[in-house]
Nanobody
């Protein structure tokens, strides 16, 4: 059973930065197409960034140019570096495979962008 544990969220002012981490258990991590998702209050969960097993990345339009996804195979970890944060980035952020698997959703990490 794969487990995904997110961390790194917090309260940040508009224009600030945060780095999220997601540790993935299991030996198959290097093969996974991984993504960061977010869910804002009252909205559906959305995919914001993805990274293939070979490091190719893709981003949703609202975060393009501000967020950077990366992965470290030695640590079984993916990261989301977020900069120039906006209030509309406020959400619970999750990692999961792409496409997502229901059994793999973790607790997520809360990101709040507010002055």
């Amino acid at each position: 059973q794969v487990q995904l544990v997110e961390s790194g969220g917090g309260l940040v002012e508009p224009g600030g930065s945060l780095r999220l981490s997601c540790v993935v258990s299991g030996s198959m991590f290097r093969f996974y197409y991984m993504g960061w998702y977010r869910q804002a209050p009252g909205k559906q969960r959305e995919l914001v960034a993805g990274i293939t097993s070979t490091g190719t990345t893709d981003y949703a339009d609202p975060v393009k140019g501000r967020f950077t996804i990366s992965r470290d195979g030695a640590k079984n970890t993916i990261y989301l570096q977020m900069s120039s944060l906006k209030p509309e980035d406020t959400a619970v952020y999750y990692c999961n495979l792409i496409p997502s698997l229901n059994d793999y959703w973790g607790q997520g990490t809360q990101v709040t962008v507010s002055s």
